[in-house]
């Protein structure tokens, strides 16, 4: 089974609008890490934003919200307001494992087109 | 506040020769993560480092591929007797090894190499 699965390879979303992309996640370990990472076509990976498995409230970073539902195993970016400079490709990512004994995992990312 | 730099940026070879790409990470970060990213996909995880430990290298992707982290600073992946299969994105990254939103990684700008 995968660790991270991504189901939209591409989105659109209007100028200014909202746009969630999804995420979800399969571990059986208590303690868990969520990450999100953008990607521009210059090919850096930039951190978002972060949400701990602990962690009773949904994370937010500016125009960025992850909606945590933990039952669920799913980890959904928000973006707020999008800007031209939003299009890119996005990864949702998880550290699995405690201590030194941890392990990383990324999905296949999906490609968010943002239309003037 | 210097990131994450990656050693050379882009490297052409030719099968059958060997490369090593060199990785300086956030001068305060513990711990040194390998990804390989190829086109389309998201970033595949080969190993980590705690300061000069190798904590995980299972994933490495054959016993031609090793890295090496000797005074816990920088880091280096060596792939021997390079393949054409081994054209990709080799993406470094950094974290602080506490847990929380301090494991976040921190990534370089990648090797782009290229196997002839």
């Known amino acids: 089974a995968q660790k991270i699965t991504q189901t939209q390879p591409g989105m659109f979303v209007q100028e200014k609008e909202a746009v969630t992309l999804d995420c979800t996640y399969d571990t059986s370990d208590q303690s868990y890490g969520l990450f999100w990472y953008k990607q521009p076509s210059s090919g850096e990976m930039i951190f978002l934003i972060y949400?701990?498995?602990?962690?009773?409230q949904n994370a937010t970073e500016g125009r960025y919200s992850l909606n945590f539902q933990k039952a669920r195993k799913s980890a959904n970016l928000v973006i707020s307001a999008s800007q031209l400079g939003d299009s890119a490709m996005y990864f949702c990512a998880m550290r699995e494992g405690r201590g030194t004994g941890n392990q990383f995992y990324f999905g296949t990312g999906t490609s968010l087109t943002v239309i003037p | 506040d210097t990131g994450v730099s990656q050693d050379p940026r882009h490297k052409i070879t030719k099968r059958g020769q060997n490369v090593t790409f060199r990785c300086d990470p956030i001068s305060e970060h513990n711990r040194l993560y390998w990804y390989r990213q190829t086109l389309g996909q998201g970033p595949e995880f080969l190993t980590y480092f705690q300061n000069e430990a190798q904590l995980e290298k299972s994933r490495l992707l054959s016993d031609r591929f090793s890295a090496e982290r000797p005074k816990g600073s920088f880091s280096t992946l060596e792939i021997q007797r390079t393949e054409q299969g081994d054209s990709a994105m080799y993406l470094c990254?950094?974290?602080?090894?506490?847990?929380?939103?301090?494991?976040?990684?921190?990534f370089g700008p990648g090797t782009r190499l290229l196997v002839l």
């Open positions: 949400q701990g498995s602990y962690d009773e």
């Open positions: 990254a950094s974290s602080l090894a506490a847990g929380g939103p301090m494991e976040t990684q921190y």
